[in-house]
């Protein structure tokens, strides 16, 4: 079976009675030490790391920075309606993996359900497209960290590639000195990020109102004026429409890492209740943190802002994010770089741990059999040293930001890391329309899940379509932006297209070397484990039924005032 980070990563270093022994989990706990091979993690992230990782995953440089280069091409109108259906789509998404998840919780997440329901080879395809995700990830994290200290210094004066080796050398040390260190780390950096994000929205809405220095009122003034959507390629209504559709890309890459959020549920203690209730909570913060910091900033800023980094004849020097520009815009002092300084932690952050998922991604593979064995090789403190090593080498492609723009570079690998994400949703509901045919074939009634996706079968089916729409239209101006096919955009297209048959060549290989066909409904395997995780969730509640008395009242102020952030 393919794991991805989840199944030897994050998920395996949660302290599951039901996946080892307890002589086992005590070998990992020491590192290893006592298996002569030492492929054994340390299980030292808690559940409170693993929540905020999720949640701080999703909140990074596609809503803080991306968002400046949709509203600079496409206008506020056009990415408000591209978030607010990209975020449908995810939530969608988001309720497949649910009803896989919350009907048998595999620590291998969405790459087993893959393997059981549908093929081995889409899981063994799935495994090493989230790799693929995530080893481009990085570099670009550490290309938006160049663009952002790029608002104070620009490039003409030092060059990115000094601020780029910075972070290299201390995102590769976190993820050295062990995931003790790493976990605890990325928890404070994650709150932190929600808490500003929070900051931002309600700043944001004061701003709109007249409450800043210049009180100026300013409603949805740049709605009416330069308007809610620009032109792109062509004049009119046309050109208004490509705008709109170009927006997809920067959408799409915003939400990406939102899966993760369910397969950490799906390691949960109490599944039963925790995945219905985290896959419901997620339309929520999809509309909170997306959507309304979208609606929001579209009515601070302008698409044609010079402040913009992305805007047409912007100086080197101007913002990367469209929040920045809002609150310099609004005149309160010193509040502009501060807020600079918070986005270079939110990448930061977002770098070192997609460093970690790129690592322990890896590492799953190798474990399974999938990538070479040296990569699940540790050290005496359960690190992936291999792994991180060559995940570290790929991450140096951040220095293309020597030689070219920053922005550019950006952009490549936004177009890489974005059809690398949509190939893993299609994936993950592609695996749900099977488990839902697998369940038909088998007389399992919709009555006995604990969690039943709204959409069913159709909501699977529609989302599918759109991510393969998407996927194959999301850069179609590689094709018409210059009528002459002479200056065809090659570099965007390559960067754009690439996952498409990288991803089918790796399911036709996979098959013909191994052989492997497809899963039949009836043959699925829908029940091996899932008395091992009743049992386990019966004695959970029994402990938690009388722990209750007790906690009654902390219970109530976090189910009605906290828990719904995460």
């Not at 290893?32 to 992230?45: K, M, T």
């Not at 497949?96 to 919780?105: I, K, T, V, Y």
């Not at 608002?151 to 004066?157: F, G, L, N, V």
């Not at 980094?309 to 770089?337: K, Q, R, Y």
């Amino acid at each position: 079976m393919v794991m991805d980070e989840k199944s030897e990563g994050i998920s395996s270093e949660m302290p599951m009675q039901h996946e080892v022994s307890h002589d086992k989990l005590g070998t990992a706990e020491e590192g290893g030490l006592s298996d002569p091979n030492h492929v054994e993690l340390h299980r030292a992230l808690k559940a409170r790391h693993i929540t905020m990782i999720a949640i701080g995953g999703a909140i990074g440089t596609g809503l803080i920075i991306g968002t400046g280069e949709a509203l600079a091409k496409a206008g506020p109108g056009a990415i408000l309606i591209a978030y607010a259906w990209v975020g449908f789509i995810v939530y969608l998404v988001m309720c497949a993996l649910g009803e896989m998840a919350a009907w048998l919780p595999l620590p291998s997440g969405f790459t087993g359900y893959a393997v059981r329901f549908c093929d081995p080879a889409l899981g063994f395809t799935l495994g090493w497209t989230y790799w693929f995700k995530y080893i481009i990830l990085s570099p670009n994290q550490l290309t938006a960290g160049a663009l952002v200290i790029s608002y104070w210094i620009p490039t003409e004066k030092v060059n990115a590639g000094v601020w780029i080796t910075v972070f290299l050398i201390l995102i590769v040390s976190i993820n050295y000195f062990g995931v003790k260190f790493f976990g605890e780390f990325e928890f404070w950096l994650s709150s932190f990020k929600v808490i500003v994000i929070l900051g931002i929205i309600l700043l944001s809405f004061i701003l709109m109102l007249g409450g800043g220095p210049d009180h100026d009122r300013k409603g949805f003034r740049y709605w009416r004026d330069p308007g809610a959507f620009n032109t792109y390629i062509k004049e009119g209504d046309a050109g208004r429409f490509l705008a709109f559709w170009s927006t997809m890309v920067s959408a799409t890459f915003a939400y990406l890492g939102t899966e993760l959020v369910g397969v950490t549920v799906g390691e949960a203690q109490n599944p039963r209740k925790t995945i219905p209730r985290a896959i419901k909570l997620t339309f929520y913060r999809i509309l909170v943190f997306y959507v309304l910091s979208v609606l929001l900033v579209g009515t601070l800023v302008k698409f044609n802002d010079k402040k913009l980094a992305f805007a047409i004849g912007a100086t080197s020097s101007a913002a990367a994010s469209p929040f920045v520009v809002a609150i310099e815009n609004s005149g309160i002092p010193v509040l502009s770089h501060i807020l600079n300084a918070c986005i270079l932690l939110f990448v930061f952050s977002a770098a070192n741990s997609d460093l970690y998922i790129a690592t322990r991604t890896l590492y799953g593979l190798a474990r399974e059999d999938k990538a070479p064995k040296i990569f699940a090789r540790t050290d005496s403190r359960g690190v992936p040293v291999y792994s991180l090593a060559i995940c570290s080498v790929i991450a140096l492609l951040a220095y293309m930001n020597v030689s070219n723009d920053s922005r550019t570079v950006f952009k490549y690998f936004v177009n890489l890391v974005t059809i690398f994400g949509l190939l893993t949703w299609i994936s993950i509901l592609v695996t749900h329309i099977y488990f839902i045919r697998a369940r038909k074939a088998q007389n399992v009634p919709d009555s006995d899940l604990a969690y039943v996706a709204p959409f069913g079968a159709v909501g699977s089916y529609g989302a599918l379509a759109f991510c393969i729409l998407i996927a194959f239209t999301k850069n179609y101006d590689v094709f018409t932006h210059n009528p002459k096919w002479g200056n065809f955009d090659y570099k965007n297209f390559i960067t754009a297209y690439l996952g498409i048959p990288l991803y089918l060549i790796l399911i036709t290989g996979y098959k013909l070397v191994t052989k492997c066909k497809g899963v039949k409904p009836e043959e699925a395997d829908l029940w091996s484990g899932k008395d091992e995780i009743d049992r386990e969730e019966a004695a959970y509640l029994a402990r938690k039924s009388a722990e209750a008395e007790k906690h009654a009242q902390a219970g109530w102020f976090y189910r009605n005032f906290v828990s719904w952030l995460f």
